[in-house]
């Protein structure tokens, strides 16, 4: 991902057909060490493509993709009325569990920060 980015980068930057010694510059210059097999497979792979046509085509696949936050959030609806009560339950227990707490903590006959 980050030599398709870096490649975006320098087409954004004016070269048409960046080389790899334009996106190796890129990544050093924050840092990144650049690998030469995976740089040279990015170029070729864009290699005579228009960057514009390429980022639609993109959006097209990712437009087809389900993103599944739609299901859990309708399903999550009719359980949220039997869920209230199970919330009240967790709270009494808490109260219950901190008041249990307390009194061992004084049968220990010392604090922790004393």
Avoid: C, H, W
Avoid at 53 to 66: D, N, Q, V
Avoid at 94 to 105: L, M, Q, Y
């Amino acid at each position: 991902m980050r030599y398709v980015a870096a490649y975006l980068l320098a087409v954004l930057g004016g070269k048409a057909a960046p080389s790899q010694n334009d996106i190796e510059k890129i990544l050093s210059s924050v840092g990144i060490e650049a690998d030469a097999e995976k740089l040279k497979k990015v170029i070729t792979s864009l290699e005579g493509k228009s960057i514009e046509e390429l980022i639609a085509e993109g959006r097209t696949k990712l437009s087809s993709m389900p993103v599944g936050g739609g299901v859990a959030a309708a399903a999550a609806a009719p359980g949220a009325a039997a869920a209230a009560p199970a919330a009240e339950e967790k709270k009494e227990d808490k109260k219950a569990a901190k008041e249990d707490s307390e009194s061992e903590d004084d049968d220990m006959g010392f604090g922790l920060f004393d």
